[in-house]
C-alpha cells in the first residue's frame, strides 16, 4: 500500500509562488505516474497536472499552462508542483494522487486515480 504526504501549502500573494511537495512512502513503491488536482470551497475536484514515470512526459490543465511546472524525483519518490505567478482563483486544497501500476499519462478525471494524499491548504490573497 502506498501513501502520499503532501506539503508546502500555506497563504501567498497574488502573483507569488509557492512549491507543493508529494512525498510517497509504503511498500511496493514504484515510480508510478502521478497527478496533482485542487478544489476549491464548493466546487468540484479539478485536474491540474500530470506527469509520466520518468517526467519526460507531462500535461497540464489549460489553468496551468506557463504558470505551474510538475516534475519528480525517482530517488526520492517525490513528485513537485511548483506554482508561480499565482491568482485568488488559485486558491483550493491541492492533492496528489496516482493510478495503481501505471506509467504513463492518462486520464485527467480524479476517479481514475485510486490513492490519494491528504491535501494541502493553498490560499492567494489579492
Known amino acids: 500500500q502506498v501513501q502520499l504526504v503532501e506539503s508546502g501549502g500555506g497563504l501567498v500573494q497574488s502573483g507569488g509562488s509557492l512549491r507543493l511537495t508529494c512525498a510517497a512512502s509504503?511498500?511496493?513503491?514504484?515510480?508510478?505516474?502521478m497527478a496533482w488536482f485542487r478544489q476549491a470551497p464548493g466546487k468540484e475536484r479539478e485536474f491540474v497536472a500530470q506527469?509520466?514515470?520518468?517526467?519526460?512526459?507531462?500535461d497540464y490543465a489549460d489553468f496551468a499552462k506557463g504558470r505551474f511546472t510538475i516534475s519528480r524525483d525517482n530517488n526520492k519518490y517525490t513528485v513537485y508542483l511548483q506554482m508561480d505567478s499565482v491568482k485568488p482563483e488559485d486558491t483550493a486544497v491541492y492533492s496528489c494522487a496516482t493510478r495503481s501500476r501505471a506509467y504513463t499519462l492518462g486520464s485527467t478525471s480524479p476517479t481514475s486515480y485510486d490513492t490519494w494524499g491528504q491535501g494541502t491548504q493553498v490560499i492567494v490573497s489579492s
Open positions: 506527469i509520466n514515470w520518468s517526467g519526460s512526459d507531462t
Open positions: 509504503g511498500r511496493s513503491l514504484r515510480p508510478f505516474a
